[in-house]
T-cell receptor, first 114, second 114 residues
């Protein structure tokens, strides 16, 4: 068990460019979550998957954001036409599909839009 | 709807002194509550969780928290602070009916003085 892995750890991009982040969850976990954390704030829920199905999306997830989890394994989060307000830490977490269980977080991808 | 309020965005304690971090929650259903710790540029690590069993919960690194339903609180304590406890701490509530997604408080940054 190597934990939740996120790549890249850091990304600097110019405004208007597209970026894609990858998350590899713990292998036996069928739930996968994306959160966004801005400086000095707690993480905010973006979306989650149960296996390959995207079951909920936050209103924070504008049309420029899209997430996928093909075959219920790794997940990608894509941001199109990035804006400076997208600068944040993007956190991925995974958990088993059962009650009383916690989410296990990756180390995050820090996005800076210049 | 669920929400979490953490009182005090910054707490400064002396090494060896009591650490007390306050968390109040709002939930329309019986809550599952968590405390996570985050070190700079890292993901979140679980300290402890409350899942409707014992109201006094012990976690890692000497931390514990007490669930008080009448006060809708879940305060985190540690009897004696260490320099290594300097970090940001987040209280969170889980929505079981929504895939266990987490709603976080704004966080409390702990500074430990020698």
């Amino acid at each position: 068990d190597t934990g939740v892995s996120q790549n890249p750890r850091h990304k600097i991009t110019k405004r208007g460019q597209n970026v894609t982040f990858r998350c590899d969850p713990i292998s036996e976990h069928n739930r996968l979550y994306w959160y966004r954390q801005t400086l000095g704030q707690g993480p905010e829920f973006l979306t989650y998957f149960q296996n390959e199905a995207q079951l909920e999306k936050s209103r924070l997830l504008s049309d420029r954001f899209s997430a996928e989890r093909p075959k219920g394994s790794f997940s990608t989060l894509e941001i199109q036409r990035t804006e400076q307000g997208d600068s944040a830490m993007y956190l991925c977490a995974s958990s088993p599909d059962r009650r009383f269980t916690e989410a296990f977080f990756g180390q995050g991808t820090r996005l800076t839009v210049v | 709807a669920q929400s979490v309020t953490q009182l005090g965005s910054h707490v400064s304690v002396s090494e060896g002194a009591l650490v007390l971090l306050r968390c109040n929650y709002s939930s329309s259903v019986p809550p599952y509550l968590f405390w996570y710790v985050q070190y700079p540029n890292q993901g979140l690590q679980l300290l402890l969780k409350y899942t409707s069993a014992a109201t006094l919960v012990k976690g890692i690194n000497g931390f514990e928290a007490e669930f008080k339903k009448s006060e809708t609180s879940f305060h985190l304590t540690k009897p004696s602070a260490h320099m290594s406890d300097a970090a940001e701490y987040f209280c969170a509530v889980s929505a079981v009916a929504a895939g266990n997604k987490l709603t976080f408080g704004g966080g409390t940054r702990v500074l430990v003085k020698p």
